[in-house]
């Protein structure tokens, strides 16, 4: 089975600051990653999936990069809507499985 | 608009089952695989299951397989999660997920609590 390992797990940015979440999976996946939003008590939201695609109606301030087993996510200019956990999930072979969650916290 | 709907979450005994159900609508349900991922108190996402469009394929976590079966009914636009031998562990809310680009719509879940 493929782990997901992301870090932080935790982190606190401002309004305006640019930040990077990574994500590395224990072995290759090509390019068969997803980034969700989840915020709480509400479903995920599919914000970037094949590693780089940004999924429709999610703001382009949101990035993926990568391929194989370093991944990452960037958001160019945190909005105070972005404060809200982060996942990433392969798909790359069953079972599917995601990384434990970023944590994005207002500093 | 796409809407995925769950139902039958509760509070089960350990060792009982519970059948849970999720109403798709706003899209043609036959044409999508489909997906269970369930998120326990306080932690992350677990993918627990998928089956694919006719529901002839079918794949499980390890945490489930054996006692979790999904299925499907293409007439009714409805796929199902049968939990057998529930245990403690699988309190948790349960989504149902449509399959494309990974899982681009999600139901607003239901929670399952197995407690004595």
């Known amino acids: 089975d493929i782990q997901m390992t992301q870090s932080p797990s935790t982190l606190s940015a401002s309004v305006g600051d640019r930040v990077t979440i990574t994500c590395r999976a224990s072995?290759?996946?090509?390019?068969?990653l997803a980034w969700y939003q989840q915020k709480p008590g509400k479903a995920p939201n599919l914000l970037i999936y094949k590693a780089s695609s940004l999924e429709s109606g999610v703001p382009s301030r949101f990035s993926g990069s990568g391929s194989g087993t370093e991944f990452t996510l960037t958001i160019s200019s945190l909005q105070p809507d972005d404060f809200a956990t982060y996942y990433c999930?392969?798909?790359?072979?069953?079972?599917?499985?995601f990384g434990q969650g970023t944590k994005l916290e207002i500093k | 608009q796409v809407q995925l709907v769950e139902s039958g979450g509760g509070v089960v005994q350990p060792g009982r089952s519970l059948k849970l159900s999720c109403s798709a609508s706003?899209?043609?349900?036959?044409?999508?695989?489909m997906h269970w991922v369930r998120q326990a108190p306080g932690k992350g996402l677990e993918w627990v299951s998928i089956i694919s469009y006719y529901g002839n394929n079918k794949y499980y976590a390890d945490s489930v397989k054996g006692r979790f079966t999904i299925s499907r009914d293409n007439s009714k636009n409805t796929l199902y999660l049968q939990m057998n031998s529930l245990r403690p562990e699988d309190t948790a809310v349960y989504y149902c997920?449509?399959?494309?680009?990974?899982?681009?719509?999600w139901g607003q879940g239901t929670l399952v609590t197995v407690s004595s």
């Open positions: 072995q290759s996946i090509s390019s068969w």
């Open positions: 997920a449509r399959d494309y680009h990974s899982n681009d719509y």
């Open positions: 706003g899209f043609t349900f036959s044409s999508y695989a």
């Open positions: 999930q392969q798909y790359n072979s069953y079972p599917w499985s």
